[in-house]
């Protein structure tokens, strides 16, 4: 039986959490792969708001398995207190969480890098990181020698893998200025994480074998991608990006399940552009219109509640890696929040040293010296948040997503206009195939 992937196109946060929770009753088993506590995925329901992290945004439905493969990075104070936070409001994780003993540890040390070394980029500037310790530790799984992954915990050598690398960083540590960091206490962060690892125990598994013995047995998965493909490690704005691949091209390798089980790729893109910390953001607007994006957007940072730079839709971007991520269609989300602007602007090529280019540079200092070129499209005044199907949406509304479409190639099958799950548009199944609703002649 096929699978689903949802992958963010623009910089994270493009409430792929409120697309997987709605995709979720369609399939059996959803999976995070890739990033950690970085993530803060949002689904609202019933006037109940829920802010999941690094546990699938499945977790809300009854029957279906949440699984954590080996391609996240987890920490288990993190996944702890989002494990008990959910159920204390009634969700249940007995049988239905597993994470994967081949998953990377945050540690505390990994912490205490984040915030050292983020602001020291070789080019200067700050990457502007969430401090959850993600890069260090995708650094020391590649590394190796310093890693410690979460089927360690169970080994009759764990404290002195722990004493091991405390030794190691807290050398590192001490050739840095005096009182920037104290040193770790190797005795006490591994009593503490021989006491998580006891809690995690029943939910610690090889993840790969339930998932492709899963696959095979036709079970239907959903694979939740999270940050955004323009924060993808090898493929993203490089160097302001997150350590995996938060693109399409990390699903088989975060999780363990070759591509060809996935058959739907949905591509999530905002109506607008948002980004939360360093980098270029070719479209930002640093005024009254990213000022009315921001506060109806309500685009405050999940996870660090820094605002979010906001600007208009960036369909070169979005074409980029709607292409990189192999999407078949698009779901378009907070098409409510543009209600209310006179005239909307989508940005469809860059001039860049006075050249115009439809392509995604490769190159840091070219899409720094970016400059949009914009189409104007009409706004409209109306409140889209009662709109139930695409007819119900206001002629420019729907022309505005149509462009979309058209620029990036691909159809739209989803619209939302509200954070709750019933505030969606989900064209009728098989529609995916189909153009968003045909092309409108300008002068209609
Ligand atoms: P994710 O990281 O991609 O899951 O997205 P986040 O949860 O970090 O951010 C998306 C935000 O937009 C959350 O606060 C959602 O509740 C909210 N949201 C989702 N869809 C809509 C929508 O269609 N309209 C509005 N106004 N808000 C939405
Ligand atoms: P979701 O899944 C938005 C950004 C950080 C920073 C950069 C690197 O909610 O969409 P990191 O801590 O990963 O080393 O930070 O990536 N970032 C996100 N921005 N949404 C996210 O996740 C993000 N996860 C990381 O702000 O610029
Ligand atoms: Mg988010």
Known sequence: MPGTCVIGLQWGDEAKGKLVDILTEDHDIVVRYQGGANAGHTVVSSGQTWK???????ILRDG??????????????????????????GIRMEGKLQLSDRAHVVFPWH????????????????????????????????????????????????????EHVVDFKNRLFSSWPSGTTAPLDAAAIHAQYA???ERLRPHVADTNAFLLDAVEQGSRLLFEGAQGALLDIDHGTFPFVTSSNSSGVGVASGSGVPGRWVNRVIGVVKAYSTRVGGGPLPTEQDNAIGMHLRERGREYGTVTKRPRRCGWFDAVAARYTARLSGVDELAVMLLDVLGGLDELKICSAY??????TTQFPSQIADLERAV??????????????????????????????DRIAQLLGRPVSIVSVGPDRDQTIIRDSGSARRPWHPLQPANA
């Open 372 to 401: 949009p070129v914009y189409e104007t499209l009409p706004g409209w005044p109306d409140e889209l948040d009662t709109a139930r199907d695409e007819h119900a949406l206001p002629l420019h509304a729907r022309r505005y997503v």
């Open 64 to 89: 279906v398995a949440c699984v954590v493969t080996g391609g996240v990075v987890l920490d288990p104070a993190k996944v702890l207190e989002e494990m008990d936070g959910l159920e204390s409001r």
């Open 195 to 197: 006491t998580y690892a």
């Open 52 to 58: 999941l992290s690094i546990i699938p945004s499945g």
């Open 111 to 162: 912490i205490v890098e984040d915030r050292l070394l983020d602001g020291s980029l070789s080019g200067g500037g700050a990457i502007g990181t969430t401090g959850r310790g993600i890069g260090p530790c995708y650094r020391d799984k590649v590394g190796r020698a310093l890693a410690i992954r979460l089927g360690d915990l169970y080994r009759d050598d764990f404290r002195a893998r722990v």
């Open 351 to 356: 001039e860049i040293d006075g050249r115009r």
